[in-house]
């Protein structure tokens, strides 16, 4: 009879990572075993663990029409330069003026940008996103719209560094909260930039982007400084330029493809003093305003913003929040 129970009981247990694996997404038993296999996790355990993660419908929505792709530039940049979130992001500077000061010392990048970044990501830590990292995540790698493989992969690492992540930490895989694509904290880091890049920055012994701002304003210096941000060289300036010469030198891509010099040759005219080289890497941008076309150079700090998300709109966003912040709390508006 003892031997009975002990079967039945091992059974029972067992039971629920079995129906997990056979009802599980293509794809969720191979990421399993590869979990297993190079990380030593215990293959039933994550099984019991994605029994209890959700797919998400809404976050499949979200994730097929963001605002960088569904609203023109003069709709979305209203959405982040109002007088809220400049005068916000000059109350952040004041508040936390020691860490950025710090922060441009040690890593160079400009604190206008940093606070900029927080503004735009989290309205200055007021709104970090309210799903579960984990459901986020999960959904994304075995359900992204479409069936984006390259996205899958993309999200899939996303996954694995945070079930790493939250080993590592020691926390409960299924308690963080973040953005419907699984970014997390003030900075809304992705799990490998956390694992990556976030830093103590007030030497408190953890590295903690939700709750403490040091450490986020540290961890998006890291960040910036880490793909090349450059100290005291310019983001952006508008520009003039006639329509037909816009035509052969707008690009797409965010990174640079021409040199200032032979930008300003073909015509462009930038809008400010730039101090820049003449063979300063530099990209001519349009943007839909409400009126017509509006257009933009962007240099290599431009481009480094870019890489925090990889969307023009953002990152002008970003740059011009960022002007903005400034010139509130330096009073040169």
Not at 87 to 105: K, S, V, Y
């Amino acid at each position: 009879m003892r031997i009975l129970l002990g079967l039945l009981l091992t059974v029972s247990l067992l039971a629920p990572a079995t129906r997990a694996r056979a009802a599980a997404p293509d794809g969720l038993g191979g990421f399993i075993d590869h979990m297993h296999a190079d990380y030593g996790f215990d293959a039933g355990e994550l099984e019991r663990l994605f029994a209890g993660v959700q797919r998400s419908d809404r976050i499949i929505e979200l994730m097929s029409r963001p605002a960088e792709k569904v609203k023109p530039w003069w709709e979305y940049r209203a959405l982040f330069i109002s007088d809220q979130r400049i005068a916000g992001g000059a109350a952040f500077w004041r508040t936390h003026a020691n860490a950025l000061q710090r922060a441009a010392a040690e890593y160079g990048v400009a604190p206008e940008v940093i606070v900029a970044i927080i503004g735009v990501e989290t309205s200055y830590g007021r709104i970090i996103g309210n799903y579960r990292v984990i459901d986020a995540l999960y959904t994304l790698s075995f359900h992204y719209p479409g069936g984006n493989e390259a996205r899958q992969r993309f999200f899939r690492a996303q996954l694995e560094h945070f079930l790493l992540f939250a080993r590592e930490e020691g926390g409960d895989p299924y308690a963080y909260k973040g953005s419907y694509a699984g970014a997390m904290g003030m900075p809304q880091f992705m799990p490998e930039n956390y694992r990556k890049l976030a830093v103590d920055f007030d030497a408190d012994g953890q590295r903690n982007i939700w709750d403490d701002a040091d450490d986020a304003i540290g961890s998006i210096a890291n960040y910036l400084a880490h793909h090349g941000w450059a100290r005291g060289k310019p983001v952006m300036s508008p520009a003039r330029v006639d329509a037909a010469v816009a035509a052969s030198y707008v690009q797409d891509a965010l990174k640079p493809e021409y040199t200032l010099g032979e930008l300003v040759a073909a015509g462009v005219v930038p809008q400010r003093e730039l101090h820049l080289a003449a063979d300063a890497a530099a990209a001519l941008y349009g943007l839909e305003a409400r009126d017509g076309e509006e257009y933009w150079l962007g240099f290599d700090n431009f481009y480094v913003i870019s890489r925090y998300n990889p969307r023009l709109k953002y990152a002008m966003a970003v740059a011009q929040l960022a002007e903005a912040i400034r010139d509130r709390y330096t009073g040169a508006e």
